[in-house]
């Protein structure tokens, strides 16, 4: 059965927080696995991701809340998880984090992997864990083979399944996936994706994550300028097609990293016929 999901991100303003519950009221109708909430760098909106959490969990639907360890003690995983469980939270996605601008300390746990060893050894089976995968390599990895070992690491620790940086070259996601079953990795990838919304934003967002945006879609948007209609068009196209081949090609499911926006995502799950 395949899974699909949605990522959030938590509202800063009550304004922000009531236009996500109109987004989530029209992403509901799709029927998603579960609502995933993102967690700033070293836990910078912990108090929000938690309240967002809460709410959604209170709506009756299945959400994942983000942690991520850097900058942070065993001592408040340990709170912060035993938290979740007592909401009733059964699912979460495991990561490594940024530290935020100016922090230094890296916190107790360094890395992915050892923060899901820690939520099993802590807690046992009482999360289903989702961790992150790189089809294009981890921005700060020194090769593709060390990369490969660590995502292997994060599986080895008990990752139930991963969730993938966004792309745009399906081609990179099915090598992604040969490459981990030829290493023994079986948990399954689920291919995360980003609509193609603003040129300028998406510009930055890869940049700094290492997500490539191939050459003929980056000359497509530059050559629109300022025409947000004719970019979110196009990028409709793009991010459909690229969809189909994943779901053609055997993925798992979706994660849709939504900006807490549902209209592009509905029409594209529409055109998918989901």
């Known amino acids: 059965m395949r899974n699909f999901s949605f990522e959030f991100f938590p509202p800063q303003t009550a304004e922000g927080m009531e236009k996500l519950r109109v987004t989530r009221r029209q992403l509901v109708q799709l029927h998603p696995a579960y609502f995933s909430v993102t967690y700033g760098a070293g836990g910078t909106t912990q ?61 107790e746990l ?58 745009y070259n399906a081609d990179a996601y099915f090598s992604f996936v040969e490459e981990c079953a030829a290493l023994g990795v079986t948990i399954p990838i689920i291919p995360g994706i980003m609509p193609i919304l603003r040129y300028s934003q998406l510009a930055r967002f890869s940049d700094a994550c290492g997500a490539e945006i191939p050459r003929w879609i ?38 849709f990293y939504t900006m807490n926006q549902a209209g592009s995502i509905s029409t594209i799950c529409q055109r998918l016929g989901l």
């Open 110 to 167: 360094r890395y992915a992997n050892e923060l899901v060893s820690f939520i099993r050894e802590t807690f046992g089976d009482a999360f289903r864990i989702e961790v992150a995968a790189y089809p294009e390599y981890h921005p700060q990895s020194r090769s593709a083979q060390e990369d490969l070992i660590n995502f292997k690491r994060k599986a080895d620790a008990g990752a139930d399944a991963a969730i993938t940086q966004y792309f």
């Open 47 to 107: 108090q929000r991701t938690i309240n967002t959490v809460q709410e959604i969990f209170d709506e009756g639907l299945e959400v994942a809340p983000h942690i991520s360890c850097v900058g942070a003690t065993r001592e408040t995983l340990q709170d912060l998880l035993q938290t979740y469980r007592n909401l009733g939270i059964k699912r979460v996605v495991a990561l490594r984090g940024d530290l935020p601008s100016g922090m230094v300390e890296a916190g």
């Open 218 to 255: 980056r000359r497509k948007l530059e050559g629109f300028g300022d025409d947000v209609v004719s970019i979110r068009s196009f990028g409709l196209d793009v991010v459909t097609a690229l969809c189909d081949r994943l779901l053609q090609g055997g993925a798992p499911g979706l994660h």
